[in-house]
């Protein structure tokens, strides 16, 4: 067997033993009923090998890390005028914390919590309707990982939207500032579809490769080598909401993470990576991803932090 489907291999063995699996988010029935056992790792490598194990099959709802996709598909229609409306600073509170929006007002510290990237769904709907960005991110997430089965599930995106109280009211605050420009239901509406995209650790492992390459996806150029560097940075400082520092020292790589237990990670022209277990920490994070995430970075020493030679 090839190194890395062996250290893959151990990993997800290693995590299935664990009996600490964190919280699975229970704010919407469909994410509630997703087994706390589950484990899925998917490593994408530079030259096109794929190696998965454990539940990389399945598809789930990948939720935050979709703001990594919106973020590239913002930058791409309006460029650095983007940042005008939303910080790049880690947040140091929670994912879907409003506090910041009164003395900041209502321009948010990133583009990686919710209120970031509800002004991300806004600067994509000042060009398009609600239902052409849905479309946008559906073509553009189908793209980059190389395959069409991928959907949104409709079942969460209304579960979202009937339990979104806390997203409204920061649309709405926001909206007061000035920093909402759409009507506050169509933002949520194309918000709450972005999160509900349902993929699988190898789908999304695919989809993260034009991060890891720079720019580039099957040989095409899907953002520059600088934006690909950005956002890379942006994941690295903001990727984990107020876990994001610890993310960072634990694994030394970019990544994003949602509350359907998944975690895209990043290793800059090594490999594109996706883990996914529902069960969270305390910030919203999956607790078995970011364990396997670091148990991967000890065994192969791809965090970016790591010398290497010239
Ligand atoms: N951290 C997350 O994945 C948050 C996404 C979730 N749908 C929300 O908006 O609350």
Not at 45 to 50: A, E, I, N, S
Not at 262 to 289: E, F, Q, R, Y
């Amino acid at each position: 067997m090839d190194a890395i489907s062996a250290i893959v291999a151990e990993i997800a063995e290693e995590m299935r033993a664990q009996e600490h699996r964190g919280k699975v988010a229970d704010y919407i029935p469909p994410l509630a009923q997703v087994p706390a056992d589950k484990f899925g790792i998917a490593v994408v490598m530079r030259d096109g090998t794929v190696h998965t194990a454990g539940d990389a099959e399945d598809p789930f709802s990948i939720q935050s890390i979709s703001k990594v996709f919106a973020l590239t598909l913002a930058l791409g229609a309006v460029g650095d005028q983007l940042w005008q409306r939303v910080g790049r600073e880690p947040s140091g509170s929670a994912f879907n914390s409003i506090v910041q929006l009164e003395t900041e007002h209502g321009i948010p510290r990133n583009p990686f919590i919710n209120a970031g990237a509800i002004v991300v769904c806004d600067v994509l709907l000042g060009r398009l309707q609600p239902r052409e960005a849905i479309g946008q991110m559906l073509r553009f997430v189908r793209m980059v990982a190389g395959d069409e089965t991928i959907v949104i599930d409709e079942v969460v995106a209304r579960a979202e939207q009937e339990t979104g109280f806390r997203n409204k009211a920061l649309a709405n605050y926001m909206r007061a500032f000035g920093n909402i420009h759409a009507p506050v239901d169509l933002v949520l509406g194309t918000y709450f579809h972005f999160c509900s995209l349902a993929m699988s650790c190898r789908q999304l492992a695919m989809a993260g490769r034009y991060l890891m390459a720079g720019g580039q996806s099957d040989g095409h150029s899907v953002i520059s080598d600088r934006r690909a560097r950005r956002i890379n940075a942006l994941m690295m400082s903001c990727g984990h909401y107020d876990n994001s520092g610890d993310f960072a020292y634990r694994t030394g790589l970019p990544g994003k993470s949602g509350v359907g237990g998944g975690i895209l990670a990043v290793a800059p022209g090594i490999a594109s990576i996706a883990v996914w277990s529902p069960g969270l920490n305390s910030s919203g994070n999956s607790h078995l991803g970011q364990l396997a995430l670091e148990r991967l970075v000890q065994k192969t020493g791809w965090s970016v932090f790591e010398p290497r030679a010239q």
